[in-house]
Nanobody, 112 residues
């Protein structure tokens, strides 16, 4: 079955950086586009970034464009989200997703 395991979250100060990872198994990783979502307290889950199978085509929400970079390593069955210039409003649980499957999420907290 599909398994998605996020890691790399934590507490950082505004302006800092984090790199999230999503380790995937149970499906043909290189044949599927992948996505990152996030959900802040009291808010709906929102799409953050998408990457196609070869990692060439990407999409970013306006709120993270220019600060976040999505990438993937098909040899390692892993997707990444490099987050720079982090803001308090980036605080959320971040999830990776493929199709209708989700990971358990990793908490990102931006606070001084």
């Amino acid at each position: 079955q599909v398994q998605l395991v996020e890691s790399g979250g934590g507490l950082v100060q505004p302006g800092g950086s984090l790199r999230l990872s999503c380790a995937a198994s149970g499906f043909a990783f290189s044949s599927h586009g992948m996505s990152w979502y996030r959900q802040a307290p009291g808010k709906e889950r929102e799409l953050v970034a998408v990457i196609n199978t070869f990692g060439v085509g990407t999409y970013y929400a306006d709120s993270v464009k220019g600060r976040f970079t999505i990438s993937r390593d098909n040899a390692k069955n892993t997707m990444y989200l490099q987050m720079n210039s982090l803001k308090p409003e980036d605080t959320a649980v971040y999830y990776c997703s493929v199709g209708n499957s989700w990971g358990q999420g990793t908490q990102v907290t931006i606070s001084s």
